[in-house]
T-cell receptor
Framework: AQTVTQSQPEMSVQEAETVTLSCTYDTSESDYYLFWYKQPPSRQMILVIRQEAYKQQNATENRFSVNFQKAAKSFSLKISDSQLGDAAMYFCAYRSFNTNAGKSTFGDGTTLTVKP | ETGVTQTPRHLVMGMTNKKSLKCEQHLGHNAMYWYKQSAKKPLELMFVYNFKEQTENNSVPSRFSPECPNSSHLFLHLHTLQPEDSALYLC???????????????????FGEGSRLTVL
């Protein structure tokens, strides 16, 4: 079974600074997706960024980028120029490429605080 | 309306009550999910429906009963719940491939805002 580990329950960052959230996973599969989801307080969870395992290039979405290390099974999220609106719980998630409507395995989450 | 909507947003019920949570997606997706989110615990997948067929029941107690009348609607019927069932229940949807077909999908889940359930 796949597992996802987020070792940082809480992180804080100064506004306009950069922060990196860690995620490691365990799998025996070679084809899969990795995701970072954001859940602001009392608001719905939304996708921040997605990485397909077969792609060597790290995904980027504006101020959000990932460092995907397939051999090390590591998938960290970097948030540049942090904004107050980035404060949320962030979940790292894994999904097998080969299943239809399959399980997405989530980490425990990292609560990010942004200080003005 | 757009996206995934859940009602009610908040629900308080006694242990002997029967209530239902409703989820509706306006994205044209063909898979829908129920997740349970408790404090200090990771998201727990409860049920999966793919093309209206239940494909996953993650050892959920029978006091939770899902219903998926069509690809756009998903219900979670609740009866004789326990206080430990108090949690945020999240509905999600995704676009999946029909069985036997190859093709691209993003694998992304689209979530509703959740229904906060309190069992007294």
């Amino acid at each position: 079974a796949q597992t996802v580990t987020q070792s940082q329950p809480e992180m804080s960052v100064q506004e306009a600074e950069t922060v990196t959230l860690s995620c490691t996973y365990d799998t025996s599969e070679s084809d899969y997706y990795l995701f970072w989801y954001k859940q602001p307080p009392s608001r719905q969870m939304i996708l921040v960024i997605r990485q397909e395992a077969y792609k060597q290039q790290n995904a980027t979405e504006n101020r959000f980028s990932v460092n995907f290390q397939k051999a090390a099974k590591s998938f960290s999220l970097k948030i540049s120029d942090s904004q107050l609106g980035d404060a949320a719980m962030y979940f790292c998630a894994y999904r097998s490429f080969n299943t239809n409507a399959g399980k997405s395995t989530f980490g425990d989450g990292t609560t990010l605080t942004v200080k003005p | 309306e757009t996206g995934v909507t859940q009602t009610p947003r908040h629900l308080v019920m006694g242990m002997t009550n029967k209530k239902s949570l409703k989820c509706e997606q306006h994205l044209g997706h063909n898979a829908m999910y129920w997740y349970k989110q408790s404090a200090k615990k990771p998201l727990e997948l409860m049920f999966v429906y793919n093309f209206k067929e239940q494909t996953e029941n993650n050892s959920v107690p029978s006091r939770f009963s899902p219903e998926c009348p069509n690809s756009s609607h998903l219900f979670l019927h609740l009866h004789t719940l326990q206080p430990e069932d108090s949690a945020l229940y999240l509905c999600a949807s995704s676009q999946e491939l029909a069985r036997g077909l190859a093709g691209f999908r993003t694998g992304e889940l689209f979530f509703g805002e959740g229904s906060r359930l309190t069992v007294l």
